[in-house]
């Protein structure tokens, strides 16, 4: 079982910077992957950036260059640092982990969900 908690949404002009964050507990020994997804109103939740466990990081095409995810495994948090903040950047945002469970399946776990809103 895994709990994750993430924070540090807000409002931000266009332009602007946010650092998300994700605190993870729990047993961590089995993660496939880790990342953000977003989900604005009307619209479905896609990702934003993940870590692939041994296989490097994956961003989507609209915040290559203005996001970056990371990680600081002694304290088990998770971030996205957001950079030049455009208002198609409003939403919901949501830390994941993909799991391993015991017998073998895969389990996604979900932060609760932090807003981020860009004004023009």
């Known amino acids: 079982q895994l709990q994750l908690v993430d924070s540090g949404g807000g409002l931000v002009q266009a332009g602007g910077s946010l650092t998300l964050s994700c605190a993870v507990s729990?047993?961590?020994?089995?993660?496939?992957?880790q990342g953000w997804f977003r989900q604005a109103p009307g619209k479905q939740r896609e990702l934003v950036a993940s870590i692939i466990t041994g296989g490097g990081t994956k961003y989507a095409d609209s915040v290559k260059g203005r996001f970056t995810i990371s990680r600081d495994n002694a304290k088990n948090i998770m971030y996205l640092q957001m950079s030049s903040l455009k208002p198609e950047d409003t939403a919901v945002y949501y830390c994941n982990i993909e799991n391993w469970e015991l017998g073998g399946a895969l389990r996604d776990y979900w932060g609760q969900g932090t807003q981020v809103t860009v004004s023009s």
């Open positions: 729990g047993n961590r020994v089995n993660i496939n992957a």
